[in-house]
């Protein structure tokens, strides 16, 4: 575990969620996630939705929006390049969008394959019409996700938060390999 | 065996008496057939994102579960979109029902055979991903039996419906992305949805 893991971003990530009132959360499983993930699934009051690939995300959250819920999305960067289409949607009907990105391919990546779609990530997001906000400290994530629940609901943006791989911790080739 | 039912009737049938059925069409003909029928407030018809309307009918189904859902689609749409038949089953939403109007063809695009025209059998799949009520409906003899299961069966429930590969006149729903969603919510949850 990386010394900055100290602060625990996940239940902080979590409760901020619930005081939102997001009750449907729809995930393709990122490691950096893994936490709020169990948090999400151990919890009665959320309908957690694993997806086959980030694209169902999307219209997952806009069928829930027509139906007067709040709902966030839980990705991998590589995730992001599955669903560009379907943000056109999201654009056109200007459905509210919250996603919570865990970056790969940037800060000590190991994995060359990563690195494209990771390096692309915030410029594809922006060239939807998406804002794209970072976050680089644990202790930056939680106010980041606060700010983009509101953006979202209160002034119907599409809406990324990018968690830095600084912040889930580099590992060694082994310690992915063991994961 | 060649299809014999017109998708026209088909969706006709399906969206007679629809009574508070909220309904999601799936880009391609559906949407077209669906405007034949009459345009409906609480349709949302798709002009884009293929592949993604069973999954807008299950975001529907989950914040909704109350109401009965409808996702009607083409063959070529829900094969773009076909793990969300293992999503919606993970979930199993009680008041889901996905009906595929399937006419082996990508009718839109200059009707180009689907892998459905080359034996593939998506009720098998749906069955397959865990939609055990999944069925292939071939004959108008079948159709009010499938009419009352959209409107009753405990979902999720899924039918493939084998219907004539015409190229027919367009009928177009509105346009306009704001417009259908802010109808289909004002529509469903009173004019407290225009300032949620
Ligand atoms: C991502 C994407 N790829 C391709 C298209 C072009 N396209 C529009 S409709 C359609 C086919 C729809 O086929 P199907 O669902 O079988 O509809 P139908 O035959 O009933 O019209 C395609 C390929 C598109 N709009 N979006």
Partial sequence: ?????SVDWSLAVHRTLKDAGVKIVGYVPDGGHKRLIELCHADAGMQTVVMTTEEEGIGLISGAWLGGEKSALLMQSSGVGNIINCLGMVAECRFPLVMLITMRGEYGEFNPWQVPMGQATQSVLEDMGVVVQRADAPE??????????????????????????????IKSFQEQVNQ | MSATMKRRDVVKTLLAERGDLLVVTGLG????????AGDHVLTFPMWGAMGNAAMVGLGLALARPERRVLVLTGDGEMLMGIGSLATIAVQKPANLAIVVIDN?????????????????????????????????VRSAAELPALVKATRTARGPYFAQVKVVAEKLALTLPP???????????????????DTQ
């Avoid at chain 1, 575990?1 to 893991?5: F, N, V, Y």
């Avoid at chain 2, 003909?29 to 034949?36: E, L």
């Fill in chain 1, 140 to 169: 930056a994530i939680e106010s980041a996700v606060n700010a983009a629940l509101r953006l979202a609901y209160n002034s119907y943006c599409a809406v990324a938060v990018l968690i830095g791989q600084r912040v889930i911790g």
């Fill in chain 2, 29 to 36: 003909s559906a949407t077209w057939d669906a405007a034949a």
């Fill in chain 2, 104 to 136: 082996e063809h990508f009718g839109e695009t200059g009707m180009q055979k689907t892998h459905t025209a080359h034996g593939m059998d998506m009720a098998a799949v749906a069955k397959g991903c865990g939609i055990a009520d999944s069925h292939v």
């Fill in chain 2, 175 to 193: 346009r306009d992305g704001g417009l259908l969603k802010a109808r289909f919510r004002r529509a469903l949850l009173g004019e407290s949805a």
């Fill in chain 1, 1 to 5: 575990m990386s010394a900055t893991a």
